[in-house]
């Protein structure tokens, strides 16, 4: 198998986008490097033994190398300077999952953000202005069984191009092209696969995802119910119709291009297609879950506020989310 590169790709977040990706990158010679949270966590990666991708009846096992925190020790040459970072944790969670790694991480890293919501790369970039930031998004499904026992439960495509100021939307670097197009080997085709494109304005993209998920995913952990039981719910659709209004305001101040069949629609056709699925938002409360919300529904109050809209619908799910989760 040919190393596309000599230095890693380093997976802070390894749940079950992070894990499929390490999964997959690894099946196709990319070195991967596991960045864990803490002792418990790295207890759980040994207990599995590596991790485990089922997709169909293909069941893959990797085993790349992983450390903690705590390993960053003078005397630890195994651990190399991180000089190309996936990150994959909620956005929320990102400067925590970051930063303990800081002394290792080159000044100009390669870093790029696969998670939902806004806000964590600008955040980011403040604490590390050098670093060469980029975003991706992401329709692929996955859910995990246990720690590093991932299903994988749809494909999609993930998206990627540039965030930071300084880099050209057109210019793709070499680690993130061998990325590109180490997934394109016919050899390969049956081991699981991440469908990477690069995409030059990324920001629009990324805030119809950021739209689309700020009008489904709040109303299905209120309601509790599936997204597509979402669609005719009594107290949810005249909430949806709202959401979508506000959302729409937000993002037409910020000159963002607009969804090609508006974001009601869009919305709508989102939940019919996935009408028995539960959100990731639902499935965090039910589990007990930090969740997203700061990060999707937070961050268009935010954007709101700065051309004073009030945004009250956005406001109100916030609220009664906070107030689900507490009871
Ligand atoms: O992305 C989603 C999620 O659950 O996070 C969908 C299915 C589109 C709902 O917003």
Redesign the pocket.
Known sequence: MTHLSSYPWHICGVGAIGSLWASALIERGVPVTLLLKDTVQLEQYTGAGGINVWDQECNTHTQPVAFIPSNLTPSNSNLTKIKHLLVCCKAQDTLAAILPWRKIIADDAIIILLQ?GMGSAQALQRRLPKANIYCAIS?D?AWRKGPFDVVRAGFGDTLIGCFSEHLLSTQIPSPIQSLLTCQNNPAQASIPSVDLVWHTDIRTPMWH?LA??S???AL?AIYQCT?GELVNHPQGRPRLQQLCLETQDVMSRLGIEPMGQGLLNT?VR??QQ?AL???????DVQAGCAT?IESINGYIIAQGALYYLPCAGHKQVCEDLRRICAS
Do not use: P, Y
Request: aromatic letters at 0%; zero cysteines.
């Open positions: 939902n329709t499904g995802k689309i998920n009008v489904i995913n299905t997204n919305a989102i939940l996935t699925n539960k959100s990731s938002m639902l499935q997203e």
